[in-house]
Nanobody, 120 residues
C-alpha cells in the first residue's frame, strides 16, 4: 500500500520543540521532492519546508532558523525538527511527496496530517 504517515505532533508550550516524522511505505522517497505543509483553521495550506533526496532544502521565511527538514533514506523517512515554537505555528502539518518521471508521468502523495498545538 502506497502511503505517507506523519507522526510526532502534540501539545507544546511556546519556546518548546517537536520533531515530526513522515514515513513512506510502498515506494521509495528517492527522486521525490518531499515537503512539509501546514494549515491552520481558516487559513490556506502553506509550504513550510522542502527537501530533495539529494539534500537541497528550502524554508518559508516564517520558520527559517527555527525548523530543520532532513531525510533518512535508510528509513525512507523525512523529519521536521521544530524549535522555538510559537503559538502561530499551531496547525495541522502535512507531508507531501512529488516526482515527475522521465516519461512525464507524475506522482503526488499526501499524508493524513498531524496536529501541532503551541499553547501555554
Amino acid at each position: 500500500q502506497v502511503q505517507l504517515v506523519e507522526s510526532g505532533g502534540g501539545l507544546v508550550q511556546p519556546g518548546g520543540s517537536l520533531r515530526l516524522s513522515c514515513v513512506a511505505s510502498g515506494f521509495s522517497l528517492d527522486y521525490y521532492v518531499i515537503g512539509w505543509f501546514r494549515q491552520a483553521p481558516g487559513n490556506q495550506r502553506e509550504l513550510v519546508a522542502t527537501i530533495t533526496s539529494g539534500g537541497s532544502t528550502n524554508y518559508a521565511d516564517s520558520v527559517k532558523g527555527r525548523f530543520t527538514i532532513s531525510y533518512d533514506n535508510a528509513k525512507n523517512t523525512v523529519y521536521l525538527q521544530m524549535n522555538s515554537l510559537k503559538p502561530e505555528d499551531t496547525a495541522v502539518y502535512y507531508c507531501r511527496a512529488v516526482t515527475v518521471r522521465a516519461d512525464g508521468l507524475g506522482y503526488l502523495y499526501w499524508g493524513q496530517g498531524t496536529q501541532v498545538t503551541v499553547s501555554s
